[in-house]
T-cell receptor, first 114, second 114 residues
């Protein structure tokens, strides 16, 4: 079955540590996105990539980094510079052909800083 | 800039009640409009969409009509079930420099009691 996988589902990190969240898709989509979800705040865009080896900052990129070395993969690193990283992180992909494109979401990773 | 405003939740209903979740938007252009649903602990999934004025999107008994004159895309269902309990997100998508980055509302939580 085609879809998006995120791992791990739950992640715990000590303060001062970097941590990488995995996102893989087998939908052959060009575009991939990372969102952060906090209670009552909806989804906020962290980074997005429209094509391999290229990515752009979203609304809340500070303290995060990404790479897009392969079409299928778009890992997100939460660095120690991110002041309040505890949140639910969602990865998504789309075909990037028009505004009617649907976004397909992974199941999410819940990150907790101890 | 673009924005989406949804009614605040939670919306609490009894089974078989009529549901309306209001959504209005502001956009510098002619967007496509979407409703996504998020079940507890999961990612978002597309519920329905509409791409031009007066289009009606429908799925699983849910409907929403693209109203350009009132810049609205209200979600309705005639008879809700306990299994409809979830968070519902209204979103728009517009082209911006060749990219199609969606704008999401904050989400509306629906709780359906037996």
């Amino acid at each position: 079955d085609g879809g998006i996988t995120q791992s791990p589902k739950y992640l715990f990190r000590k303060e001062g540590q970097n941590v990488t969240l995995s996102c893989e898709q087998n939908l052959n989509h060009d575009a991939m996105y990372w969102y952060r979800q906090d209670p009552g705040q909806g989804l906020r865009l962290i980074y997005y990539s429209q094509i391999v080896n290229d990515f752009q900052k979203g609304d809340i990129a500070e303290g995060y980094s990404v790479s897009r070395e392969k079409k299928e993969s778009f890992p997100l690193t939460v660095t120690s510079a991110q002041k309040n990283p505890t949140a639910f992180y969602l990865c998504a992909s789309s075909t990037r052909t028009s505004s009617v494109d649907t976004q397909y979401f992974g199941p999410g990773t819940r990150l907790t800083v101890l | 800039g673009n924005s989406v405003t949804q009614m605040e939740g939670p919306v609490t209903l009894s089974e078989e009640a009529f549901l309306t979740i209001n959504c209005t938007y502001t956009a510098t252009g002619y967007p496509s409009l979407f409703w996504y649903v998020q079940y507890p602990g999961e990612g978002l999934q597309l519920l329905l969409k509409a791409t031009k004025a007066d289009d009606k999107g429908s799925n699983k008994g849910f409907e929403a009509t693209y109203r350009k004159e009132t810049t609205s895309f209200h979600l309705e269902k005639g008879s809700v079930q306990v299994s409809d309990s979830a968070v519902y997100f209204c979103a728009l998508s517009l082209s911006s420099g060749g990219s199609y980055i969606p704008t999401f509302g904050r989400g509306t939580s629906l709780i359906v009691h037996p």
